[in-house]
């Protein structure tokens, strides 16, 4: 059963929620509904728990403290170490032949797109023959002989091919128009 809390109203359709006569959300009537909070005594009840009182807090820097008897450790300088001088040797450069061997790999893979090859394949095979030249000059410092050899050859090679394509094209021209 429903109560209208305004207005008094009660309803025993279990399907209304509003009352007819004034718009107020319904109620359950105390006789027919029990919540299961109803065994809660009324009123205010703080169901907190009890406040616990803790020790007092330690006290860290206390006023009458004495330190300990004993003196604190003296620092002593380290004692030099010997320093054994040996060779530091360092690692040739090599970017001349890494960049050659980028290029003249790049002349041959993209080299074909819109004839960037003809750009790269020459710069390739200049910054071959400039790592060969330094390398020659003073292998302690300069290295990569190995990437600038292949540089210049991947590089050579385009040309080697673009001359291949150009003469298969070329023949297929001439050879369609005969037909």
Do not use: H
Request: proline share 9%; charged share 10%; aromatic share 10%.
């Amino acid at each position: 059963m429903k109560r209208c809390p305004k207005c008094g109203q009660t309803y025993t359709d279990q399907d209304i929620n509003f009352c007819l006569n004034d718009g107020e959300l319904l109620s359950f009537s105390q006789s027919a509904y029990r919540s299961p909070f109803d065994d809660r005594p009324s009123g205010n009840v703080d169901d907190s728990p009890p406040t616990m009182v803790l020790d007092q807090a330690r006290i860290t820097n206390p006023t009458g403290w004495n330190p300990p008897a004993s003196p604190p450790a003296v620092w002593q300088q380290a004692q030099p170490q010997p320093v054994y001088p040996y060779a530091v040797q360092t690692s040739p450069n090599m970017v001349l032949g890494i960049v050659s061997l980028c290029l003249g790999l790049a002349s041959i893979t993209i080299g074909w797109c819109c004839y960037s090859g003809l750009l790269l394949a020459p710069a390739a095979m200049i910054a071959g023959f400039i790592a060969l030249i330094q390398n020659r000059s003073d292998p302690q410092q300069y290295g990569g002989k190995g990437l600038a050899i292949g540089g210049i050859a991947s590089g050579f090679a385009y040309f080697v091919f673009l001359v291949i394509f150009i003469l298969i094209y070329g023949l297929a021209l001439i050879g369609g128009s005969i037909s």
